[in-house]
């Protein structure tokens, strides 16, 4: 039997699985991507391959060094699986390309990350129209442009990073639209404090903006996005604090592509199918659930780590993935007491350091009350089922009063991205009426967490296989 399965790759899962192994226990990495890294150390895929006159950027480097650890430290990985249910006994069932396989792990420990939140306007369903992480998938591992001339747009450090990662790959970009004032960026620089490498590299790439002659547009947002012939017209605005449009002319950009992200959302789906009780932190991202200081959620062998207990960074979730793990480690009986102390402590002084700056961009992308106050009400939400804020509103006015009914009313949340895509501004809009964000309450995690086919899941037989009791006797 394995001891702990541990659902990403990512940096904290990675660690995790690292530190779980040292510690003596049986580990089982799973992970739907082809390789670890998870979304910061993304790897190539699997059919590509790096010139060899390119110098890997430093990021890649990382992802490479991490990978081969794994490799070394002959850790059972299975990667291109899907884990699409969890039961209560910690049964996780999952879709690989074999087929469905399931284990029965004495603990689990969910590291998966989080989920790009984009508080929708009028045209972003639109094709072209695009995340910011996905952006850096584009860039990062298939270096790939979102598009010829690109809009940047939404808050928090991918801003910066999109912007220079199109400049970097050739590409132009038409204009940064940044949520956040310029004295919110200053208001950071005291959790840089010993993270030179950090300042260091966000100089470099405001030089290479301006360099580049790029217009950056603090406090502004995007108001809507039409197609004009092979590109886009973007009209963007000023926003208040609260992240409200405020009356004033409008700006009007052009572009082919638009990549826009407000923020990361903590990724919940295998805590609130297991029904671990949960709270909401918005300056932590939303909905995370509650933990003590070694990742121990309120279900008995489920631990969590990394930013789906609540964003502090990928330098912070290493650690915490690895924290978790020894926590794992002590419950299981691999390690003792004073062994868990004693290697607690310097992973705890290094998430403490790592998170500082984490959670100050963690509150800088959190998601502002005004942003969605202002959604036009034709503007559609749950993109999946074509649920506009005017049927939002209308369902809560008649008598929706959380997400839940919502989602029962409306089909908001009820395609295939299981309310990952729309539930955090969903649950927002609901608040409005409601009164607060706990009231509203969050989607109800059910299986299958991502989509599989019903083949998939039965696997192949035949109806000759199928068993048909005999008669009853008359």
Same mark, same amino acid.
């Given at each position: ?19 779980? *192994? ?11 991507? #082809? ?84 508080? %929708? ?18 860039? *990062? @591992? ?12 939404? @808050?928090? %450090? ?107 959302? #903590?990724?919940? +789906? ?36 990394? +930013? ?22 002590? +419950? ?74 919502? *989602? ?39 299986? %299958? ?17 199928? %068993? ?7």
């Amino acid at each position: 039997m394995t001891d702990l399965l541990i659902i990403g790759a990512g940096p904290a899962g990675a660690r995790a699985a690292l530190r779980a *192994k040292a510690c003596g226990l049986s580990v089982l990495l799973v992970d739907e991507n #082809p390789d670890a890294g998870g979304q910061v150390w993304r790897p190539l895929p699997n059919t590509f391959s790096r010139r060899t006159d390119a110098p890997a950027s430093a990021e890649a480097q990382d992802g490479d060094a991490l990978r081969r650890e794994l490799r070394q430290a002959g850790i059972e990985c299975r990667f291109g699986h899907k884990v699409w249910n969890i039961g209560s006994d910690l049964r996780t069932d999952v879709i690989g390309p074999e087929g469905s396989v399931s284990w029965r792990p004495k603990a689990v420990l969910v590291a998966t990350g989080t989920t790009e939140r984009v508080v %929708p306007f009028p045209g972003w369903t639109l094709p072209g129209v695009i995340g910011l992480a996905a952006a850096t998938i584009l860039l *990062k @591992s298939q270096n790939l442009l979102p598009g010829r001339r690109t809009v940047v747009a939404g @808050s928090g %450090p991918l801003l910066l990073a999109v912007a220079n990662g199109i400049l970097k790959a050739g590409g132009e970009v038409a204009a940064v639209v940044d949520l956040a004032s310029r004295g919110e960026w200053v208001g950071t620089l005291p959790s840089l404090l010993g993270r030179p490498d950090l300042v260091r590299q966000g100089a470099a790439w405001q030089w290479k903006l301006r360099a580049a002659g790029v217009p950056v547009y603090y406090r502004h947002a995007i108001r809507s996005v039409s197609q004009v012939d092979e590109g886009f017209a973007i009209r963007i605005g000023r926003v208040d604090a609260a992240g409200a449009p405020v009356e004033a002319p409008l700006v009007e950009l052009y572009a082919d592509a638009v990549a826009v992200g407000n923020g990361l959302v #903590p990724g919940t +789906d295998v805590t609130r199918l297991l029904r671990a009780r949960h709270r909401f932190e918005g300056r932590l991202g939303g909905w995370i659930a509650r933990s003590d200081e070694g990742g121990r959620t309120s279900v008995p062998g489920l631990y969590i780590a990394g +930013d789906g207990a609540g964003i502090a960074g990928a330098a912070a979730a290493g650690a915490h993935g690895e924290i978790a793990a020894l926590a794992c480690a002590l +419950d299981l009986g691999t390690i003792d007491q004073v062994a868990y102390v004693r290697e607690r402590a310097p992973l705890v002084a290094q998430w403490t350091r790592s998170a500082r700056f984490g959670r100050a961009m963690a509150g800088l992308m959190a998601l502002r009350g005004g942003s969605v106050e202002g959604i036009a009400p034709e503007t559609i939400v749950c993109r999946c089922e074509d649920v506009t804020r005017a049927e939002v509103d209308a369902a809560v006015r008649d008598g929706a009063r959380d997400v839940n009914q919502l *989602k029962a009313w409306t089909r908001c949340g009820m395609g295939p991205c299981q309310g990952r895509t729309c539930g955090d501004v969903a649950g927002a809009l609901v608040a409005l009426q409601a009164g607060s964000r706990e009231a509203a309450g969050c989607f109800t995690g059910r299986a %299958p967490l991502r989509p599989v086919s019903l083949a998939e899941v039965a696997g192949p037989y035949t109806y000759a296989d199928i %068993p048909i009791p005999k008669a009853a006797p008359l």
